[in-house]
């Protein structure tokens, strides 16, 4: 079961660069009032995962500038200690090599695409502390 009370002031970093996919994510995750930062590419992603506090990271694995496997690679070699936040990947490659590359990098879970509302609010919930 899953409450999407959880992610009420949530800090989420949405990693995603089709502008479609950005909107769908973004009206989801405010509605469950959560306050979402977007990255267009990797490279965003990477930087802004290193230098700002984020409950969870919500990463496509397909960007420009660099992929979202490798975003997750560095950020988990550069951050290896502290509290380890939160990477779901959100792809439309589902087949069971590509889940294993996602777990093999850092990645803590994966939603498939196209991102169904519900979907989303559960593998987050799943993943933030009720009280942060």
Known sequence: MFSAEIIRGAR???AEDNPINQKVAIAVL???GAEV???TNGLVALELALHQSYDAILMDCQMPEMDGIEATR???ARKPDGRRVPIIAMTASVMAEDRRACFEAGMDDYI???VQ???LVETLSKWLEPER
């Open 37 to 39: 930062q977007l990255a």
């Open 12 to 14: 989420i970093l949405l």
């Open 74 to 76: 560095q950020i988990r």
């Open 112 to 114: 498939a695409k196209p």
């Open 117 to 119: 509302s519900r979907r």
């Open 30 to 32: 405010e509605k469950s």
